[in-house]
């Protein structure tokens, strides 16, 4: 496969010239120069400066851009410009435009607005595409291609619900094939024309975006929005290949977004990009995760961080800037786990309309001697600094966390059982638990490779593919130890639940069965009860959300619930079928519980922190092995802490060993390579 060939970790981001004086792009460049930029996605939104009309195409100030950026020695990620439509294209052929959720028709206006099923846009956007890499295919600046921005939303038009029979036709090839996978005779759903499907939305089976009263449906359509989006990326992929069958071709996803299956799409894309934009909340753990999720996606390749803002956004309820050192500890985090390029949105700020109060390098002040441009160009220097030395390197781990899109959509699509089950966060808190061990997780779905871990946690393991089971059977009787967590095992790739209900399949793996789910509302909790002793976790712990009342048929309980009329009865179970183990959580329970429990298991699985002895804040990820090998030390606290080193360090940046021990300050970040 491709790849850009980067010689050093690219650093730049989207750079939008045409929207401001052509005098003021040389300033641009003296200051990406001074920054150490030499990367920058251009063309994002210049649909209409491209092609005025149907008629004619005007690559008249693209090249001007694309000369100047090669001529000082910066390298292109050209984007194919079609993430907004003209609005000559709207007006003379209004099947571009989308119908959303509400069975609205839109007007021209705004972007990611083009309908993927519309044969005007699969027309014009594969057309602009192919004429762009005719024109720019063998430009020596070329480093690689962005098609259209950050794909996602979901049409419901005409045009859709035709393609999206074409789809179903293909998947059941008959109705009664469909009818029975959706379960159709309840509430009379039945369909016994193709042409009455309709696209589920507001006028039809949506109560809202997340619940529907067909599952079926509405699952099928999530994949079918999913597939239909990746469609429109491949005809503007086959065009720029028709011109450069070597090229490297991406776009720019966005972590654990819902509409889009990223794991079905990642076999096309030839690297991974995606844009991180964490809230000054969201704690390091939750960033790291997605980090993992995008490496996942290509097994472990490494991604490009195309996006994240210098100091601020513009879109949250209240924007805060990064404080000092933020943005470099956010960057070199994505490095740590993965990445090989750092990119900004923007890189000068918009003079007007919707972003010009997002952050940039270079801000409406245009001065180079601020706080932000500085700490913009002391990075730029370290990575230069860095050069080749992490460049493709990838991560390993022995721990392994399942995210499955598919389980994502059908387990917050029911109505039922608790409206407030939120997938993300429940992956993401047995995520933090391993996390907080500075234990290194890779992010896993179906079709995953589980042979090299020893520990597979699968939280809401709600859809089951018959892959998946038998890739669970195999994992553990060779000896991993799995987790699953409640609502797992609970229903077929249609939403259909198991015959004998939870846990479906893997029944016999787990050793239990599930007789009730009580739900209660999230601030009601219950009581998690230890028998014995696991590791350093013993006694209660608080648990809540939903509540499996479970039947064991060979697990060993580990712990009972504390309260209520089911108190006494399993919370948390282990079966040893084969070599392995199975764990059963059956509820949500407290961070404190989850980061014990993963502790014990990962001791009793043999799987080693990643730098041992780090104090609670502090992250730790290696890249590469032997040698090669390249330590990261990432201090997300304010204040500085004191980090025991067991072998000596050779720091990358400072270029002198240290050892005993190390001081981060806050924020800091410590690279290096350990000396034994
Ligand atoms: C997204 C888009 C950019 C910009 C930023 C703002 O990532 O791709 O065009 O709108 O958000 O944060
Ligand atoms: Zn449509």
Redesign the pocket.
């Known amino acids: 496969m491709p790849d850009p060939g980067f010689r050093k970790i690219s650093y730049g981001g989207?750079w939008n010239p045409e929207q401001w004086d052509c005098g003021v792009w040389h300033e641009d460049i003296r200051l990406f120069r001074e920054a150490g930029i030499d990367l920058l996605s251009i063309n994002?939104f210049a649909w209409t400066r491209l092609q005025p009309d149907e008629a004619t195409f005007d690559f008249a100030q693209l090249d001007e851009i694309v000369a100047l950026l090669h001529g000082n020695g910066m390298q292109v990620c050209l984007g194919t410009g079609t993430a907004a439509h003209p609005a000559w294209m709207a007006t003379r052929y209004p099947d571009i435009l989308r119908v959303d959720a509400q069975g609205r028709k839109r007007k021209f206006g705004n972007r990611h607005n083009s309908c993927p099923s519309s044969p005007t846009y699969r027309h014009f956007a594969p057309r602009l595409a192919g004429a762009l890499a005719q024109r720019y295919g063998q430009h020596p600046a070329l480093a690689l291609w962005h098609i259209s921005?950050?794909f996602s939303g979901t049409c419901y038009c005409g045009n859709c619900e035709i393609r999206f029979r074409e789809w179903l036709r293909a998947k059941y090839g008959s109705l009664d094939a469909l009818n029975h996978a959706w379960n159709a005779p309840f509430w009379n759903q039945t369909v016994t024309v193709w042409d009455e499907i309709v696209a589920p939305n507001a006028l039809t089976v949506q109560r809202d975006d997340r619940h529907t009263c067909m599952q079926g449906l509405s699952l099928d359509y999530l994949r079918f929005n999913s597939d239909n989006l990746l469609d429109s990326y491949l005809l503007e992929d086959r065009a720029i290949r028709e011109h450069q069958p070597n090229a490297v071709i991406t776009t720019?996803l966005m972590g654990a977004y819902r509409p889009i299956n990223y794991r079905a799409w990642a076999p096309h894309m030839d690297v991974i990009g995606w844009?991180s934009?964490p809230g000054r909340d969201q704690p390091a753990s939750r960033t790291a995760m997605l980090h993992g999720l995008m490496r996942g996606l290509k097994n472990g390749a490494p991604f490009l961080l195309m996006?994240q803002?210098p100091s601020q956004?513009n879109?949250q309820p209240h924007n805060a800037l990064k404080r000092p050192g933020v943005m470099r500890l956010q960057s070199l985090q994505a490095v740590a786990h993965g990445a090989d390029a750092v990119m900004f949105?923007?890189m000068r700020r918009s003079p007007g309309a919707g972003?010009k109060f997002?952050g940039a390098v270079i801000e409406h002040h245009g001065r180079s001697d601020t706080r932000v441009f500085r700490e913009v160009a002391a990075l730029g220097a370290e990575l230069r600094q860095l050069a080749d030395l992490t460049l493709g390197l990838r991560l390993s781990a022995r721990a392994a966390v399942w995210f499955d899109w598919e389980s994502w959509w059908a387990c917050e699509n029911s109505m039922g059982p608790s409206a407030a089950l939120d997938y993300v966060e429940e992956v993401w808190k047995v995520y933090d638990a391993l996390h907080a061990a500075n234990i290194a997780v890779d992010l896993v779905g179906p079709a995953s490779d589980l042979s090299g871990y020893r520990l597979l946690a699968a939280p809401v393991m709600y859809l089951l593919h018959p892959e998946d089971v038998t890739a669970l059977h195999g994992f553990v009787r060779g000896g991993g130890t799995l987790l699953t967590t409640f609502l797992s095992g609970v229903a077929d790739p249609s939403d259909r639940v198991f015959r004998g209900g939870a846990p479906g399949p893997l029944r016999d793996l787990l050793g239990l069965w599930v007789e009730e789910i009580d739900a209660l509302d999230p601030q009601v909790h219950n009581r998690i009860v230890l028998g014995q002793a696991l590791g350093e976790l013993s006694g209660s712990y608080s648990c809540n959300l939903l509540f499996e009342i479970i039947r064991t048929e060979g697990a060993e309980v580990m712990a009972t619930y504390g309260e209520d009329f089911y108190a006494g009865t399993p919370a948390l179970t282990r079966h040893r079928p084969g070599q392995g183990q199975a764990w059963h959580l059956a509820s949500s329970a407290e961070p404190a519980f989850l980061r014990g429990l993963l502790a014990h298991l990962c001791q009793e699985a043999g799987i080693e922190p990643t730098w041992p002895g780090l104090p609670q804040g502090v992250e730790a990820t290696m890249r590469g092995e032997g040698e090669a090998r390249v330590l990261f030390l990432l201090n997300h606290l304010e204040h500085e802490v004191t980090v025991p080193l067991a072998v000596p360090l050779r720091d990358l940046l400072a270029g002198v060993t240290v050892q005993g021990e190390v001081t981060l300050p806050g924020s800091g970040v410590l690279i290096a390579r350990p000396q034994s």
Request: proline share 0%; no cysteine; net charge negative.
């Open positions: 989207d994002i921005n950050e720019n844009d934009y996006e803002t956004t879109w949105f923007q972003e997002h």
